[in-house]
């Protein structure tokens, strides 16, 4: 079995500061993980995944995401916010199959 | 190329009625998910083709749903005897057939059962 949890279902920062979002799984296999990005009244676009190798893996938008296997975590950050990073973000794992286990997404505001 | 596409976009439907969703996944993907994502539940895993094997149906959440593949291309997703608690956006994804591949997901319908 696998799931997903993230902590913080809104998150708020301000513009130009530290984006973290964080995300903690469970998977009885080593698991592939992912951040996905959903606008409103759009579909899930990915913004970087983790399968094997680098643990520290660079997505679209300037987004990094850390794999911890110690931690169990897969937290996002990006350096600086802008105002288009306002969105929901979903983590998700795939164990041993491909299907996709969701988090239940967090909503990220930027304050002007 | 042409991402994952899905019609209707919207749907409303009365209770009790029959409705169909349809899904164009990415031209030489084999895997094609259905996902649901409501308000309630998140989003959630519906079924899963992958080339000429048996679908994984384990996320079908009553056998009033059910989904077919046709030509290893277009799948629908069809829900028989709509209930108000099936209102929700149901998303499409495809991806090439390995582990790990990305999903590439479609702009969903949503659905609302009045």
């Known amino acids: 079995a696998q799931s997903v949890t993230q902590l913080g279902s809104h998150v708020s920062v301000s513009e130009g500061a530290l984006v973290l979002l964080r995300c903690n799984y469970s998977s009885s296999v080593p698991p592939y993980l992912f951040w996905y990005v959903q606008y409103p009244n759009q579909g899930l676009q990915l913004l970087l995944k983790y399968t094997t190798g680098a643990t520290l893996v660079k997505g679209i938008n300037g987004f990094e995401a850390e794999f911890k296997k110690s931690e169990t975590s897969f937290h996002l950050t990006k350096p600086s916010a802008h105002m288009s990073d306002a969105a929901e973000y979903f983590c998700a794992v795939s164990g041993v199959n491909e299907k996709l286990t969701f988090g239940t997404g967090t909503r990220l505001t930027i304050i002007p | 190329g042409a991402g994952v596409s899905q019609s209707p976009s919207n749907k409303v439907t009365e209770k009790g009625k029959d409705v169909e969703l349809r899904c164009d996944p990415i031209?030489?993907?084999?895997?094609l998910y259905w996902y649901r994502q409501s308000l309630g539940q998140g989003l959630e895993f519906l079924i899963y083709?992958?080339?000429?094997?048996?679908?994984?149906k384990s996320g079908l959440p009553s056998d009033r749903f059910s989904a077919e593949r046709t030509g290893g291309s277009v799948s629908t997703l069809t829900i028989q005897r709509t209930q108000q608690e099936d209102s929700a956006v149901y998303l499409c994804a495809s991806s090439s057939s390995a582990r790990g591949e990305t999903q590439y997901f479609g702009p969903g319908t949503r659905l609302l059962v009045l």
């Open positions: 031209s030489g993907h084999t895997a």
């Open positions: 083709f992958q080339g000429n094997s048996a679908p994984d």
